[in-house]
C-alpha cells in the first residue's frame, strides 16, 4: 500500500524533532489527528490563542521549534492575536490550519472554508501556503520548518485541506536546518577598533541575545570591555543578569529618556534589539545619540534604525568574535545600578512588597514568564532576573493574555526549572482557560497573580495625559481561587502581608499546578 500524506508527514515531523504537538482541534483536522501515534504528545488547549501563546512559550523556553494544529478559519482568527506574539518575538512556530475538503472549496462558501486561507495570518508570518495539491502538502510542512528555523527565526502558516491526508504521497527526505550568519570581518574588525578605543562605551541588550542563547557570551564581553550594561526599551527576554554588577537598568521606552541615559557614553552596541522600541513619546530627543553599532541577524530591524551603523550577523557568534578581538580594558567599571530599599510590610500589600519576597524565594535559575503591565517597574526594582539564559518571557506584541498559558508551555519545554507566572488580575483573565491544561498535565507551575482590581496600566497613562478619565478600567469582584480551584488547581488567598511568603513557599515545593491570589494595593504606581 502506498504511504499517505498522514504518513509522510508524521515521519517528517518526527526527523525534525516536531512530535509535541499543541492544538485545539475540529473537524477539519481530524484527517491529521486519526489513529494519532503514540510516540506524538497532543497538548489541548481550550482556545486556539491559548494554544498559540503555550505553544510559543514551549519553543522559547525550550529553543526549539514547535508545531500548531488549528481548526480552519473562525479557529486561525482566534488564534491570531497570539501569532501576532510569534511573529514579534520571532518564534521558530509552524501553524497547520486545516481547511474544508478541496471539492466544496470552489462551488461557494462551504461551512468552515477559508476563502484565500493563506492570506488570512498575513503579514505577521515570514511564510505562507496552501498547496495546490494533496501529494504537494509534505513539501510544504517542510519548506515550512526551514524557513520558520533560519534566522531571523518567526512563524509560518500552511492550510490542509480535510481531505488531503488520506491522498497518496512520496517520502520527503529531511534536510539539516539552515545556519545563522558570520559577521562581515571588515565590519566587525571597525567596530573591535572602536570598541578598544572608547573612553566610556555601553552595551545594549535586547531579546535576540537570549533568543540565541549568548548571554553568558555578553557577560564576557562586557566584563573584558568594562562597559555598561542596558537592557533595550520594552525587551521582552532578560539578556544580561540584572544584578551584575555591570547591569545599569532599564532604557525607558521613550525616545527623550532614552537618548538622554546614553548621552554620557562614547559608543553604544546594540545587541539583537532594534534601535529603539518606544511606547509613548514625551517630547523628541534634546541630545544626540552617541556613535552607535548594531548587531542582529534581522535585516528589516537593521534598516529600519534611524542612526549608527548596522551589522548583520548571529548575535552569539559576533559576539565571541569580538571578545577575542578586543584587548582586556583599562578603562575604569561603571558603578553598579543602585537598588531600592526592601519595601515594609504593610497594608494594604504593595506590589512591590511581593516582588521582593517572590525575590527571596526563587531559586536563581528560575524562568519568570511575565505579564503585569503596571507593576513592570517595581518587578524590575525589587525582582532582578538573575538567571543566564531564559530567565524572563514576556509579550513583545501587547497582546494580553500571553503568560498564563506560555508558562504551561515553558514547564512543559523545560520540566527541569523551576517556573512561575507574575500576571496581573486583568492580564489572567485573558487566558485562565490555560488553568485546565495544566492540570491535565500535573504541571508544576506557580502561578501568582497581583490583583489590583484594574486595567492600572491603562489608567496610570490616561493620567498622565493630562488627567483624563477612561471607562472600562474598574475590574475586581473576580475570584481567582474559585475559578482555579474549579479547574483543579491547588489555591492559596492572600489579602495580609505577613501571609505572602508562606503562601509563596508552598505554592513552590507544590508538585501541582497552584495559583496564588494576592490582593495589592489598587492604587497605581508611576510608569515610566
Known sequence: MSATVRDVTRELLRQYGLTTVFGNPGTTEIGFLRDWPSDFRYILGLQESVVVAMADGYAQAAGVPVLV???????????????????????????????????????????????????????YVKWSCEPARAADVPAAIARAYHVATQPPYGPVFVSVPADDWDAEAEPVPPRPRIAGYAADPGALAELAAALANSGRPAIVVGPGVDGDGAVPDVVALAEKSRAGVWASPMSWRSSFPEDHPLFQGFLPPEERGTAELLAGYDLVLVLGAPVFTYHVFRGAATVPLPPLYQISEDEQLLARAQAGTGIRATVRGAVRAL?????????????????????????????????????????????????????????????????????????????????????????????????????????????????????QHRVPVTFVILDNTQYAAVRILAENDGGAKVPGVDLGGIDFVALAAGMGCATHLVEHAHDVRPALTKALADDRPTLVHIKVDPDPEPLY
Open 323 to 439: 571578545t577575542e578581538a578586543i584587548p582586556l580594558a583599562e578603562r575604569e567599571r561603571p558603578s553598579p545600578l543602585a537598588r531600592p530599599p526592601r519595601p515594609p510590610e504593610r497594608a494594604p500589600i504593595p506590589a512591590s512588597y511581593v516582588c521582593a519576597e517572590l525575590a527571596e524565594v526563587l531559586p536563581e535559575d528560575a524562568i519568570l514568564v511575565e505579564e503585569i503591565p503596571s507593576h513592570i517597574m517595581v518587578r524590575r526594582a525589587h525582582l532582578p532576573v538573575r538567571a543566564r539564559g531564559t530567565g524572563l518571557l514576556a509579550t513583545a506584541s501587547g497582546t494580553l493574555g500571553y503568560a498564563l498559558p506560555a508558562a504551561i508551555g515553558a514547564a512543559l519545554g523545560r520540566p527541569d526549572r523551576t517556573v512561575v507566572a507574575l500576571l496581573g488580575d486583568g492580564s489572567a483573565m485573558y487566558s485562565i482557560q490555560a488553568l485546565w491544561t495544566a492540570v
Open 69 to 123: 494544529s488549528l481548526h480552519s478559519a473562525g479557529g486561525v482568527g482566534h488564534a491570531l492575536g497570539h501569532v501576532f506574539t510569534a511573529y514579534r518575538q520571532r518564534t521558530p512556530m509552524i501553524v497547520l490550519a486545516g481547511q474544508q475538503v478541496r471539492s466544496l472549496l470552489q462551488p461557494g462558501e462551504a461551512f468552515l472554508a477559508a476563502e484565500d486561507a493563506a492570506l488570512f495570518p498575513r503579514p
